[in-house]
């Protein structure tokens, strides 16, 4: 009796074996689920970006306004009459130290 009970519970694990470990066992089906999962949002952002491309495109084929907005960013640009202005941000380390020189006279 202990025969056929051992022989049925080895015949089970070899059953189960191919389905937890083997080529196509759940633990691979859950590995390739998540690389899936993975590759569809890296294939998602593709996509946005694909598309703002192909808006840029269709800009610079059908009109010129895209084409004087690229000239004017990229390569600094202007029409005849204009003036560039360019307003530069302020460098918060060099800002610091004035306005902790207005709070010291402010305290005094």
Do not use: C
Request: proline share 3%; aromatic share 6%.
């Amino acid at each position: 009796m202990r025969i056929v009970i051992y022989s049925m519970l080895l015949l089970l694990i070899a059953i189960q074996y191919p389905l937890w470990l083997g080529k196509g066992g759940w633990l691979k089906v859950y590995e390739m689920e998540k690389q899936v999962e993975l590759q569809e949002a890296k294939n998602s952002l593709l996509a946005l970006r694909n598309a703002k491309l192909a808006g840029d495109v269709k800009d610079l084929k059908d009109g010129t306004r895209a084409i004087e907005e690229r000239a004017r960013a990229e390569h600094g640009l202007i029409k005849e009459g204009e003036f560039f202005v360019q307003i530069l941000p302020v460098d918060k380390a060099s800002a610091a130290p004035a306005v902790d020189g207005i709070k010291a006279q402010a305290t005094k």
